[in-house]
C-alpha cells in the first residue's frame, strides 16, 4: 500500500471532518470518517459502545479499526483519541501523511460547546482542559506536518493543506 492518504489529527472541534471532506473535493480524494466506519463495523453509536465497554474498551475497539484501515488517495479523519493507539499510528503513519491541526485551548472551547453533547469522550473527573493538555504532546508527536487554525477560516485552511499536499504529493489540481 502507498503512503498517499492524508491523515488529519486534533481536538474535537478543530475540524477535521470539515476541513477533511473540503480538502478531498479539492485534491479529487475519497474522505473517511473512521468514527463512521466504527459505526458500521460495530453497529452501535460510539456513545453506545463507551457506555458497554467503558473508556478503555472503546479505545481498543478505535485503535483496532483504524490499525486495519485500507484506503488509498483518501482524506482520513479518526476521532481525536486515536492518538492513545500506538498500533493504529503507526499504521497511519505508514499509509499516509499526519497532519496536526492545532488550535488554542480557548478556540477548542469556543467551539466545541457541551463536550457531553459533543460525544467528547472524558474520563472521571477531567476536564476539557485536563484533555487538552494531556492530548497536544501525543498530536505534536505524531505529525508530518502541523498546521495552526489561528484566525484561518475552514477554506483558508484547506487552500493551505492543499499548496502543501500538492508539492508533497505532486498533485496537479488545476484549481488556481
Known sequence: ???????????????????????????????VD???????????????????????????VEEDINAELETEHSVIAPGGSVIYGHKAMAHLK???LVVYLKLSFEEVEKRIGNVVDRGVALKKGMTLQDLYNERVPYYEKY????????????????????????????LETGDE
Open 94 to 96: 505508514e499509509i499516509g
Open 34 to 60: 473512521v468514527d463512521i466506519v466504527i459505526q458500521e463495523k460495530t453497529g452501535k453509536l460510539l456513545k453506545e459502545i463507551i457506555r458497554e465497554k467503558g473508556m478503555e474498551g472503546f479505545l481498543k
Open 1 to 31: 500500500m502507498e503512503k498517499n492518504n492524508i491523515i488529519l489529527i486534533g481536538m474535537p472541534a478543530s475540524g477535521k471532518s470539515t476541513i477533511g471532506v473540503l480538502l478531498a473535493k479539492r485534491l479529487g480524494y475519497s474522505f
Open 143 to 170: 505529525a508530518d506536518i502541523t498546521i495552526d487554525e489561528k484566525g484561518m477560516t475552514p477554506g483558508e485552511t484547506v487552500d493551505q493543506l492543499r499548496k502543501m499536499m500538492e508539492k508533497h504529493f505532486n
